[in-house]
């Protein structure tokens, strides 16, 4: 992505692409995306105060009696480090008191899987700038920045080519500039519970943010497709567009739903209530990255059980404020739910896939035979998109993970006439398991349903 931002703080700020944007959602990335609403101008805004050394330093200096000063211990090195908070601002410097230099600058967020959390901007590389007014002056800045997550997960590392101190800057070089059909307007910065800086940063930054998803769709624009025609039990389901797919279960007392996209989450939570006159009970996400487990909080604090593998408990441990009602499970052991009409399990394996807790779902019937249909549910190994002439979406399609997961599949008996529903793809994300076995060429087995092993045979009557 290439593009250019102009940033205006206060109450009639504002953030504008003035060339190119970071969106995956558009067919032209090189179109200027022009003003942005204001959850993600509030973001950009905060971002460019952060990564604004010298105008941090310069606030301090204009409002000392602002400043709050106290010691912090790095957690895992125990070094000791020197905090200036700067009130009003929501941010702070952390000095090393050794060399005196800047070492993070922190802003403390909420993060609806992990709770209250820091994202820091780790200084590093400082290398003598000189000032572009000939006079002589230099400072000591960083040409390294990394943004790292509760003092130990990197989410960017920007390295920078050039610096300059005073330049020269044209008259309106700030002044947004926009074609003529372009119709957007400033947005103010604004910042919502629904929609905090620690989300619009990570959709943002992965190119995947589009604005508030409420504003766009509701429990109207709910899509239902069976990919069984004859266990209509078995739903799979999209909001708006078929890029986030979840399987819908409905049970005789309840509601399974696997992934938890976020936002999604609360209109199907409304759907299933309108719709099927129940509750949803379980929420089973395939692994904890945010646009397949966002949406777990508002599932959890509707009453929903968080059905996830051992290892991932502790990714979900302060969510709804602890209150969490688990079933786990593991790789000898998997989830298992049935009644009278179907029945769903999750597998995990310490060999995994994309995630430490990557795990795929299956859903069929109560007591399959042998040629029964079967529908698997996978995300991030294989967006399928039977459109794409058996290219395997090539976009988003990794061959060793694929490959990966059939290995796992072969072993658990998974049979080759399988339906397989991806959380990403084309026009519909369904395709047939076969589709995937010619993509790769992959030798799979002639399995069928009374091969299945993992959990115990799908149907003990047979």
């Given at each position: 992505m290439n593009y250019s931002i102009v940033l205006?703080?206060?109450?009639?700020?504002?953030?504008?692409?003035?060339?190119?944007?970071?969106?995956?959602?558009?067919?032209?990335?090189?179109?200027?995306?022009?003003?942005?609403?204001?959850?993600?101008?509030?973001?950009?805004?905060?971002?460019?105060?952060?990564?604004?050394l010298p105008w941090l330093l310069q606030q301090m200096a204009l409002a000392p009696s602002r400043v709050r000063t106290y010691e912090t211990v790095e957690p895992l090195t125990?070094?000791?480090?020197?905090?200036?908070?700067?009130?009003?601002?929501?941010?702070?410097?952390?000095?090393?008191?050794?060399?005196?230099?800047?070492?993070?600058?922190?802003?403390?967020?909420?993060?609806?899987?992990?709770?209250?959390?820091?994202?820091?901007?780790l200084l590093s590389n400082y290398s003598t700038v000189s000032f572009d007014d000939h006079s002589g002056l230099s400072l000591q800045l960083p040409y390294r920045l990394q943004t790292v997550y509760n003092s130990s997960t990197v989410l960017e590392d920007v390295k920078l080519d050039n610096i300059s101190i005073n330049p020269t800057i044209e008259a309106n070089f700030f002044a947004p500039v926009l074609a003529s059909e372009d119709k957007s307007s400033p947005q103010a910065p604004k910042q919502s519970l629904l929609y905090p800086r620690s989300e619009v940063h990570e959709?943002?930054?992965?190119?995947?943010?589009?604005?508030p998803f409420e504003s766009f769709f509701n429990t109207s624009d709910v899509v239902v497709t069976h990919p069984i025609p004859d266990i209509p039990q078995i739903m799979a389901v999209y909001v708006g567009y078929a890029d986030y797919v979840q399987l819908v279960l409905n049970f005789t007392d309840g509601v399974l739903i696997t992934d938890a996209a976020p936002h999604r989450s609360r209109i199907l939570i409304q759907w299933v209530?309108?719709?099927?006159?129940?509750?949803?009970?379980?929420?089973?996400?395939s692994h904890h990255h945010r646009d397949h487990a966002g949406g777990v909080p508002d599932y959890v604090e509707a009453g929903a059980i968080l059905v996830?593998?051992?290892?991932?408990?502790?990714?979900?441990?302060?969510?709804?404020?602890?209150?969490?009602?688990?079933?786990?499970?593991?790789?000898?052991?998997?989830?298992?739910?049935?009644?009278?009409?179907?029945q769903f399990r999750s597998l995990w394996r310490d060999e995994n896939p994309h995630a430490r807790d990557w795990s795929y779902g299956i859903a069929t019937s109560a007591c399959p035979t042998e040629n029964e249909g079967v529908v698997a549910f996978v995300a991030d190994v294989w967006s399928p998109d039977p459109d794409d002439r058996g290219m395997g979406d090539a976009v988003r399609f990794d061959i060793g993970y694929a490959r990966q997961w059939l290995d796992a599949a072969v072993e658990d008996g998974l049979p080759r006439?399988?339906?397989?529903?991806?959380?990403?793809?084309?026009?519909?994300?369904?395709?047939?398991?076969?589709?995937?076995?010619?993509?790769?060429?992959?030798?799979?087995?002639?399995?069928?349903?009374?091969?299945?092993?993992?959990g115990g045979v799908l149907c003990s009557h047979q």
């Open positions: 205006k703080d206060g109450a009639d700020g504002f953030a504008c692409f003035v060339e190119g944007q970071n969106s995956f959602f558009v067919n032209d990335p090189t179109q200027t995306l022009g003003y942005v609403d204001s959850f993600l101008a509030d973001y950009l805004i905060h971002q460019a105060q952060q990564f604004a125990n070094n000791r480090f020197k905090v200036l908070e700067l009130a009003g601002s929501e941010l702070s410097l952390i000095v090393n008191e050794t060399s005196y230099r800047p070492y993070k600058i922190r802003s403390l967020e909420n993060h609806a899987t992990f709770g209250k959390s820091t994202n820091d901007l959709f943002f930054e992965a190119g995947l943010w589009g604005g209530k309108e719709t099927l006159n129940k509750s949803v009970t379980h929420i089973v996400p996830v593998p051992d290892v991932a408990k502790k990714f979900y441990s302060t969510v709804n404020g602890g209150n969490v009602s688990f079933a786990t499970y593991s790789e000898s052991n998997p989830f298992i739910l049935n009644d009278t009409n179907i006439n399988t339906i397989v529903v991806g959380a990403h793809g084309g026009n519909t994300t369904i395709d047939k398991l076969e589709s995937l076995i010619t993509i790769t060429g992959y030798e799979y087995p002639t399995l069928g349903a009374n091969d299945w092993k993992a």
